[in-house]
């Protein structure tokens, strides 16, 4: 067996939080092993956010264009996908060669090792042959895979998820999406924009089921609008594979065909291959139970994904930060300086400690996690923004809701917009605190309209004290201003 290496932290997992919390971490001096299987950066730069961004805008540019009819004359169109290919291949990926990130973290002071990590016991970490002993602690940021539903025949076929959508050079003339969600009608409303005939299969009973039911409306309607097809309320049951194209048979003897068969039913983190049992923790569960500072048992955090608090990439920042607080104030204590329980920070890329720390994670403390204003952005044409609870869910934990909408095409900035103006802001109040509890924000700048209300959700900002701010004029955001009077 190996001899140990002793180190201070072993990250598992170098994803946009992973790589955050191991770069911070040896900026302030630690001696910090980074381990990585697969691409520095994890999923967002490579087959997620950034290149599906990419794509999108793209696409709305010929959307955009198409819209001259009727506003500024008239236009032609001719959509070519070899730019966009060329733009993610160069631009985003560098051919999904890291590189450049690794060197990134390496440049702070980083180890960076490539291959699986297993654990092996408390504080230990095998990759390979090499076995590495954590001092301070280990961090688990091994994010998610593709969830993919037991589809009788779905395995046997070249199906794509994410990853393949992201890299496709050609396109093909033809489009099955299994999964209605976010990522599924980005990309449906892309292809189509390009001339792919597109279909969505959705097991709900509407698109986008988790978010509020206008945006569900509005975004059914946008896509259709581009030509694509929706069908609700269908379980897949058998998918078959010809060598030229995929048919899906669904329950009740519903059937599509497609050249591609795109399946994006979510994703989940596989614990099984972490050695999690070597210190005592359920490997079982769907995604990584953590406390409100990350910790998953003495010694190991987790971070990203894998904890299950949102698949995104603000989510994994945040925790990042909460992470490297506590691990830095682990480290203080550690090394025989007070007892700075909640007040680790770091100053000028070192471990140091404050004075009293703030209970709501102000400057200097180590924060807690808190996911009550967790916003969420599908950034399909119109964008639907999100914050907090839905009317549902606020009802369901016994609020006293009151709803207020106003529709966007009948504020002043939708009129002005016209063509592509379709949307909406809804606020869900509690009624016996007099604050906002959640709000959706759907538009052509719906997740940028929803900055301010997460700040009002997050901070809790009295509904009086909202009504009294002045909503410049003419912006999509004074729509807020038109649902606050609508609440009821």
Same mark, same amino acid.
């Given at each position: 067996?190996?001899?140990?290496?002793?180190?201070?932290?072993?990250?598992?997992?170098?994803?946009?939080?992973?790589?955050?919390?191991?770069?911070?971490?040896?900026?302030?001096?630690?001696?910090?092993?980074?381990?990585?299987?697969?691409?520095?950066?994890?999923?967002?730069?490579?087959?997620?956010?950034?290149?599906?961004?990419?794509?999108?805008?793209?696409?709305?540019?010929?959307?955009?264009?198409?819209?001259?009819?009727?506003?500024?004359?008239?236009?032609?169109?001719?959509?070519?996908?070899?730019?966009?290919?060329?733009?993610?291949?160069?631009?985003?990926?560098?051919?999904?060669?890291?590189?450049?990130?690794?060197?990134?973290?390496?440049?702070?002071?980083?180890?960076?090792?490539?291959?699986?990590?297993?654990?092996?016991?408390?504080?230990?970490?095998?990759?390979?042959?090499?076995?590495?002993?954590?001092?301070?602690?280990?961090?688990?940021?091994?994010?998610?895979?593709?969830?993919?539903?037991?589809?009788?025949?779905?395995?046997?076929?070249?199906?794509?998820?994410?990853?393949?959508?992201?890299?496709?050079?050609?396109?093909?003339?033809?489009?099955?999406?299994?999964?209605?969600g976010a990522i599924g009608l980005e990309l449906a409303q892309v292809?189509?924009?390009?001339?792919?005939?597109?279909?969505?299969?959705?097991?709900?009973?509407?698109?986008?089921?988790?978010?509020?039911?206008?945006?569900?409306?509005?975004?059914?309607?946008?896509?259709?609008?581009?030509?694509?097809?929706?069908?609700?309320?269908?379980?897949?049951?058998?998918?078959?594979?010809?060598?030229?194209?995929?048919?899906?048979?669904?329950?009740?003897?519903?059937?599509?065909?497609?050249?591609?068969?795109?399946?994006?039913?979510?994703?989940?983190?596989?614990?099984?291959?972490?050695?999690?049992?070597?210190?005592?923790?359920?490997?079982?569960?769907?995604? /990584? =139970?953590? !406390?409100?500072?990350?910790? *998953?048992?003495? @010694?190991?955090?987790? &971070? #990203?994904?894998?904890? %299950? $608090?949102?698949?995104?990439?603000?989510?994994?920042?945040?925790?990042?930060?909460?992470?490297?607080?506590?691990?830095?104030?682990?480290?203080?204590?550690?090394?025989?300086?007070?007892?700075?329980?909640?007040?680790?920070?770091?100053?000028?890329?070192?471990?140091?400690?404050?004075?009293?720390?703030?209970?709501?994670?102000?400057?200097?403390?180590?924060?807690?996690?808190?996911?009550?204003?967790?916003?969420?952005?599908?950034?399909?044409?119109?964008?639907?923004?999100?914050?907090?609870?839905?009317?549902?869910?606020?009802?369901?934990?016994?609020?006293?809701?009151?709803?207020?909408?106003?529709?966007?095409?009948?504020?002043?900035?939708?009129w002005i917009h016209k063509s592509g103006n379709e949307g909406f802001?809804? /606020? =869900?109040? !509690?009624?016996?605190?007099? *604050?906002?509890? @959640?709000?959706?924000? &759907? #538009?052509?700048?719906? %997740? $940028?309209?929803?900055?301010?209300?997460?700040?009002?959700?997050?901070?809790?900002?009295?509904?009086?004290?909202?009504?009294?701010?002045?909503?410049?004029?003419?912006?999509?955001?004074?729509?807020?201003?038109?649902?606050?009077?609508?609440?009821?």
């Amino acid at each position: 067996m190996a001899e140990p290496e002793v180190v201070d932290v072993v990250v598992v997992g170098l994803g946009v939080g992973g790589e955050e919390v191991a770069g911070r971490l040896a900026e302030a001096g630690l001696t910090v092993v980074g381990v990585e299987r697969d691409l520095v950066g994890g999923e967002c730069p490579y087959w997620g956010c950034i290149p599906s961004k990419m794509m999108i805008r793209a696409a709305n540019a010929i959307a955009e264009a198409r819209r001259i009819d009727g506003l500024a004359g008239a236009a032609e169109v001719r959509p070519d996908w070899a730019p966009v290919a060329k733009r993610i291949r160069e631009e985003a990926t560098d051919t999904w060669d890291d590189t450049v990130a690794v060197e990134r973290f390496t440049g702070k002071g980083g180890r960076f090792v490539r291959g699986s990590a297993r654990l092996d016991g408390p504080g230990r970490v095998r990759v390979g042959e090499r076995v590495f002993q954590a001092r301070h602690g280990i961090v688990l940021g091994t994010g998610t895979k593709p969830s993919v539903p037991p589809v009788d025949g779905l395995a046997d076929t070249p199906y794509w998820t994410n990853r393949q959508a992201i890299e496709v050079e050609e396109l093909p003339e033809s489009l099955l999406v299994l999964g209605g969600g976010a990522i599924g009608l980005e990309l449906a409303q892309v292809f189509a924009r390009f001339g792919v005939r597109v279909t969505v299969v959705e097991a709900a009973d509407r698109v986008l089921a988790v978010e509020e039911p206008e945006a569900s409306e509005v975004a059914a309607a946008a896509l259709r609008a581009d030509g694509v097809q929706i069908h609700t309320g269908v379980r897949a049951e058998r998918v078959g594979h010809d060598g030229r194209g995929f048919t899906l048979r669904g329950a009740g003897g519903a059937r599509f065909t497609a050249e591609r068969l795109l399946v994006v039913t979510g994703r989940r983190a596989h614990l099984d291959e972490l050695g999690l049992d070597t210190v005592g923790v359920d490997a079982g569960q769907r995604y /990584l =139970v953590v !406390d409100d500072r990350l910790h *998953v048992t003495e @010694g190991i955090w987790a &971070v #990203g994904d894998v904890t %299950g $608090e949102g698949a995104f990439t603000h989510v994994a920042m945040y925790q990042a930060g909460i992470v490297v607080a506590d691990v830095l104030d682990h480290v203080a204590r550690a090394d025989g300086g007070p007892d700075a329980s909640g007040t680790a920070r770091v100053t000028g890329g070192a471990v140091g400690a404050s004075g009293a720390a703030g209970a709501d994670g102000s400057a200097g403390a180590v924060p807690r996690a808190d996911y009550r204003a967790l916003p969420r952005v599908t950034f399909t044409d119109p964008e639907v923004g999100a914050v907090g609870l839905t009317e549902r869910q606020a009802r369901e934990r016994g609020i006293n809701v009151q709803v207020g909408l106003s529709e966007l095409p009948s504020s002043a900035r939708g009129w002005i917009h016209k063509s592509g103006n379709e949307g909406f802001v809804k /606020l =869900v109040a !509690d009624a016996d605190r007099g *604050v906002l509890v @959640g709000a959706t924000s &759907v #538009g052509p700048a719906g %997740g $940028e309209v929803l900055s301010g209300l997460a700040v009002a959700v997050h901070a809790a900002v009295p509904l009086g004290r909202l009504r009294q701010m002045i909503y410049a004029y003419p912006t999509f955001h004074r729509a807020i201003e038109d649902a606050l009077r609508n609440l009821r």
